[in-house]
């Protein structure tokens, strides 16, 4: 009899507790006019930062083309990887721009059609050293930016640009523009650094 009666006690108790704990919580939650409902926000997927914030004006600070392009330069031999921004394990088109422009602490958006609206364009004769070039993708009939590079050359000589590609190059590469593969797929020429404009 005493042992049931300590069980019927312990039972009572474990409930009284639980029905506190459930008290609070709801006060606490309606107290600060909080629903336990899942609001719509919360259900919607978690938004990457570059495509949550799309930029238009890249502050390249003082960093200099020479510098960028230098850089951009070393990396020539790094595989190819769609996706990633790890020169160890590969760089894709817009990986390599990401990566040296962070190389500098400069902030640019991570894949390419984000760069289409970057800055101004200028003129493609008037490309120079460390603006970037873009391109369609592989189907030049889709006039979306699917490709991007470094211009790696300056005014006078024939037009170059860094880049990783995924063609028979495989990785990261300087590239002659002077070709109907590059030509075809052209979209425009970009100027992030304001000192190019002043030369």
């Given at each position: ?7 019927n006690s ?19 939650i309606?107290?600060r006019?909080?629903?336990?409902q899942?609001s719509?926000?919360?259900?919607q997927p ?15 600070g003082?960093t200099?083309p ?8 070393s ?8 996706g ?7 760089l ?10 962070n190389?500098?602490?400069?902030t ?5 059609t ?15 050293l ?33 880049h990783?590609?995924s ?7 300087e ?9 075809s797929?052209f ?12 030369k």
């Amino acid at each position: 009899m005493q042992i049931y009666g300590r069980t019927n006690s312990e039972l009572w108790y474990k409930i009284f507790f639980w029905m506190y704990v459930v008290a609070y919580l709801l006060f606490w939650i309606f107290a600060r006019g909080k629903s336990p409902q899942i609001s719509q926000a919360q259900l919607q997927p978690t938004i990457p930062p570059y495509q949550a914030e799309h930029i238009t004006k890249i502050q390249t600070g003082k960093t200099t083309p020479d510098e960028l392009v230098n850089f951009a330069c070393s990396m020539v031999g790094t595989p190819y990887k769609f996706g990633s921004t790890d020169p160890a394990e590969g760089l894709d088109c817009s990986g390599f721009v990401t990566y040296v422009f962070n190389h500098f602490n400069i902030t640019v958006p991570r894949v390419s059609t984000d760069f289409t609206l970057v800055q101004h364009a200028v003129p493609l004769q008037d490309a120079k050293l460390g603006d970037l070039i873009l391109f369609t993708g592989t189907d030049s009939t889709d006039r979306v930016v699917g490709h991007m590079g470094i211009i790696s050359s300056t005014p006078g000589e024939p037009l170059r640009f860094m880049h990783s590609t995924s063609g028979k190059e495989d990785g990261v590469v300087e590239t002659d523009f002077a070709n109907i593969y590059y030509e075809s797929r052209f979209v425009k020429v970009v100027r992030v650094f304001p000192q190019n404009d002043w030369k």
